[in-house]
């Protein structure tokens, strides 16, 4: 079956620690995307590549990073650097990287920072 | 900049009631605007899309939303809603050309028996 998936589900971290979460889509896309996901703030945007080793930041990338070293995985870094790091965080993908494409999302990590 | 707003954070209703979500959009130029579901900690699935032609745009389980450019609105409605709609909605834009799209805050509907 082709889809997306996000690992792992759930994630617990000590402030001060970076932590990676997965992302990995075999729909052979090319554009991805990171979003993060707060209790009635919608989804926002964090990173997006629209081809293999190049990305762009998005409306929150400070305190976050990503690769795009493969079409297929774009895994997003949460550094020490985000102050308010615990939330949802939601790995989308898309044929192309232009707004009519429709975006197919994975399931999601839940991160939490204790 | 655009702009995507849904004008309910809840929306309570009785099973088989009809029920509209509301969704305003702010542009000037040309959009493409969609309706994603989410139930309870998963993904988002994509219920329907306006890209042009025909403004009454019909989705899957039932859901069809109105295109009205006058109005910069596109409201999602069900006739008849059952238990398994629960779940949160978001309405979302993008501009022609452009490379991402813009999310609602999202409105909960929640079906009482």
């Known amino acids: 079956d082709g889809g997306i998936t996000q690992s792992p589900k759930y994630l617990f971290r000590k402030e001060g620690q970076n932590v990676t979460l997965s992302c990995e889509q075999n729909l052979n896309h090319d554009a991805m995307y990171w979003y993060r996901q707060d209790p009635g703030q919608g989804l926002r945007l964090i990173y997006y590549s629209q081809i293999v080793n190049d990305f762009q930041k998005g409306d929150i990338a400070e305190g976050y990073s990503v690769s795009r070293e493969k079409k297929e995985s774009f895994p997003l870094t949460v550094t020490s650097a985000q102050k308010n790091p615990t939330a949802f965080y939601l790995c989308?993908?898309?044929?192309?990287?232009?707004?009519?494409?429709?975006?197919?999302f994975g399931p999601g990590t839940r991160l939490t920072v204790l | 900049a655009q702009s995507v707003t849904q004008l309910d954070s809840q929306v309570p209703v009785f099973e088989e009631a009809p029920v509209e979500l509301r969704c305003n959009y702010s542009?000037?130029?040309?959009?493409?605007l969609f309706w994603y579901v989410q139930y309870p900690n998963q993904g988002l699935q994509l219920l329907l899309k306006?890209?042009?032609?025909?403004?009454l745009v019909k989705g899957i389980n039932g859901f069809e939303a109105e295109f009205n450019k006058s109005q910069t609105s596109f409201h999602l409605r069900k006739p008849s809603v059952h238990i398994s709609d629960t779940a949160e909605y978001f309405c979302?834009?993008?501009?022609?050309?452009?490379?991402?799209?813009?999310f609602g805050q999202g409105t909960r509907l929640t079906i009482n028996p």
């Open positions: 989308a993908s898309s044929i192309g990287g232009r707004a009519h494409n429709e975006q197919f």
């Open positions: 979302a834009g993008g501009l022609q050309g452009a490379q991402k799209l813009v």
């Open positions: 542009s000037s130029v040309s959009v493409y």
């Open positions: 306006y890209l042009s032609g025909s403004t």
